[in-house]
């Protein structure tokens, strides 16, 4: 390392940046396990280097009789499932998050659990060229009925990696599969969806924020994709009627299945535009007494962050204006770049705009198996306000 660099990854935090670096020692390829060496020669991590990436090195192990061997690799998988197991979260009918990247010490790899099923997504080329160890040791610790490999093209470009979406064990069912979340069930399509198939990490958020509903309410749900927000509305809300919008044809057909599979006739789904939509809706007089906004990622990179910033506030603005004086606005942000202090300020600036009052009853962020590791904070990607509207 470079002399005055190497204090954060002392500290333990995972990503060795190209400006870090001041030489490789000896024939070492990309994807090759490494030592990370202060500029006085003492002994910092062991990680992984790619050449390709602006993040030259990712670091996993901080014990110099710890090397990255199948061993190492094992324990980190053992560690990070038996969590998901001591939170009562790996049931034959559930989802799961069992590998979260940097907070489980596996940066680059992401793996979710479906009733039996396993995603993963390899966002790293270290892990890619583990892959086959990685495979082997979660089909020896969870004899699952498939796994399924999938990628993320904007973070495989940086990472100079092209992943083909496939099988890589076992056998996929011809149909969705079903797992239950808050006592409702929903199909999973593991050859389809967004991401790895089904958005776990707001599993607790659904249902507290389905709690704040007035009874009797007119809820709308925008950016619903398969329902979660909207479904546990309207089973454990005493609400009249929940509408949920989504840009996705795809989406919009799984949330209205799901509905039935659930025998919920309080419930109903539009395929729309969903900036379109407030804002129509906002030009009719339409008011609603609870409001969801659960849209995807508006940035991925600091450079957008004004952009993203800007929809965030538009969207909140409108649902702001069409919300009954003590509604309720449950209003989130999956974009990583976008801090919690920065989403705050753009709802000051909705509040004052829309000369409302905006009162946070509640900040949340990920379920538990998605968790935040203290030596590197940008793992805490999500959040979610619940607000009183005045």
Known sequence: MRPRKAQPFFGRHPWVRDSGIDKVLGKVQDGDAVELISDKDRFIAYGVINRNSHLRVRLYSWDQDAPLNDAFWRSRLERAIQMRRQLGMLREDSGCRIVYSEADGLSGLVVEYFAGHLVMQVTSLGMFKRLDQIVAILGDLLQPKSISLRGEAGILKLEGLEIEPRLVSGELPESPIEIVENDLRYEVDLSEGQKTGFYLDQRDNRRVAASYMPAGSKVLDVFCYSGGFALNAAKHANIA???????????????????????????????????????????????????????????????????????????????????????????????????????????????????????????????????????????????????SVG
Request: charged share 25%; net charge neutral; with cysteine.
């Open 241 to 387: 009627h929940v509408h949920g919008v989504d840009g996705s044809g795809p989406a919009i057909s799984a949330a209205q299945r799901n509905a039935e599979r659930n025998g919920l006739d309080n419930a109903s789904f539009e395929k729309a535009d969903c900036f379109d939509y407030l804002k129509a809706r906002v030009d009719a007089g339409d008011q609603f007494d609870a409001i969801i906004l659960d849209p995807p990622k508006f940035t991925k990179s600091r450079r957008t962050i004004d952009e993203a910033l800007k929809a965030y506030f538009h969207i909140n603005r409108h649902a702001t204006k069409l919300l009954r004086p003590g509604g309720i606005l449950v209003t989130c942000s999956c974009s990583g770049n976008v801090s919690r202090e920065e989403f705050l300020m753009m709802m000051m600036g909705v509040s004052q705009k829309t000369g409302r009052d905006l009162r946070m009853l509640e900040q949340r962020g990920a379920a538990p198996d998605h968790p935040v590791s203290a030596t590197c904070l940008e793992s805490e990607y999500l959040k979610c306000f619940i607000a």
